[in-house]
């Protein structure tokens, strides 16, 4: 069986034809003729894809999406549209509700197999890379996070016993860093795991970037890396289409990886340019360096160079960069040289003055 596939549409003919056709192409399918059975046919019957009219009695198309978005079981399931009408304002409307594709009717049977199996393979795409982090966090997280509450532990328990306020103050200094630690490394969890499971992205907010900007990022970076010491900043001002929240967390996990993976004594420079229809943003450390196998295997939990096993952290940022640029079609490239030398560099679209 190639996936399940459910059927809402009122018009008896066009629900037999598509039944058909799919059934016969090797899919399992189940139908419903309004808009109301169709959504309860979606629990019982959990569809890999959802066909679906959007003139119906009982409940229309658009409202048979927006009860299927609203329960986290159902609302990562795909919803292609059949529909008559290809009037723009009813496209933007499925589109923005979140339908992932359009089937107009009347349609070529080659049409509808070719849209089916294209959402029905992104979705299973999707789910596996959801499976793969499900199984990379079992895999490292509890280590992970069990390290930094060791000492949170075993000094919380030391203070209670201890009357002297110096050595209390001692203990409840090394609690707060690795309190912080805990902390910084279960909100890189909490960010990659919803960048995961966004499939319809809207990046139409816009970001303004300048020296200003990154000198505020900085003071955000662990003190102990001296970001403020290390950092050289060179930035042009400019308005990137990227919302804010995106923008600041790549160029925190860039700086932080740069001053993570290079020596104490040694600077990064981060610089921020037009180029033609873009704005780059460039990082560059003179650390350690990676070869051509690391840089490309950046996913989920992967570190870099012989010693990665004894460094802290899980490896989230390069990952966390990476997907970002993925979601906001702009583009990461690494260049690096062993030992010598790392560079980042995101290139992203800009805002044009109209």
């Known amino acids: 069986m190639k996936g399940k596939i459910l059927v809402i549409e009122d018009d008896y003919n066009i629900k037999e034809n598509i039944c058909y056709i799919l059934e016969q192409e090797g899919y399992s399918v189940e139908s419903a003729n309004d808009g109301l059975k169709g959504i309860e046919k979606v629990s019982s019957f959990k569809p890999d894809l959802i066909l679906c009219d959007i003139m119906m009695p009982e409940k229309n198309g658009y409202e048979v999406l927006e009860e299927i978005l609203k329960n986290p079981v159902t609302a990562s399931i795909p919803l292609i549209f059949l529909t008559a009408k290809?009037?723009?304002e009813n496209l933007r409307k499925g589109m923005s509700l979140g339908a992932d594709d359009?089937?107009?009717k009347p349609f070529h049977i080659n049409d509808l197999i070719t849209s089916v199996e294209t959402r029905i393979k992104k979705s299973k795409n999707h789910s596996k890379k959801i499976n793969d982090m499900q199984e990379q966090i079992i895999a490292k997280v509890p280590h992970e996070l069990r390290t930094p509450l060791v000492p949170i532990l075993g000094y919380s328990e030391m203070i209670i016993e201890e009357e002297c306020p110096v050595q209390i103050r001692e203990m409840a200094q090394v609690i707060n860093k690795y309190g912080k630690t805990l902390h910084g490394r279960i909100e890189k969890l909490l960010i990659y795991?919803?960048?995961m499971l966004i499939q319809n992205y809207d990046s139409d907010k816009h970001t303004f970037i300048d020296y200003?900007?990154?000198?505020?990022?900085?003071t955000q970076l662990d003190p102990q890396l001296l970001p403020k010491e290390r950092i050289e900043i060179e930035v042009e001002p400019g308005t990137v289409l990227l919302n804010e929240a995106d923008l600041c967390t790549i160029i925190k996990e860039l700086l932080e990886n740069a001053l993570k993976f290079s020596s104490i004594d040694n600077h990064v420079g981060i610089k921020g340019h037009y180029e033609q229809d873009?704005?780059?943003v460039i990082v560059t450390d003179n650390g350690r360096g990676m070869t051509i196998d690391e840089i490309n295997s950046i996913t989920l939990f992967k570190k870099f160079g012989k010693v990665q096993l004894t460094e802290p952290g899980i490896g989230l940022g390069l990952a966390i960069v990476n997907k970002i640029v993925e979601l906001n079609k702009c583009s990461f490239k690494i260049t690096s040289e062993l030992n010598k030398y790392t560079t980042c560099e995101i290139t992203i679209p800009i805002k044009r003055n109209i």
């Open 86 to 88: 290809v009037e723009p």
């Open 102 to 104: 359009y089937i107009f």
């Open 193 to 195: 795991k919803e960048l």
């Open 212 to 218: 200003d900007l990154v000198s505020y990022l900085i």
């Open 278 to 280: 873009t704005y780059k």
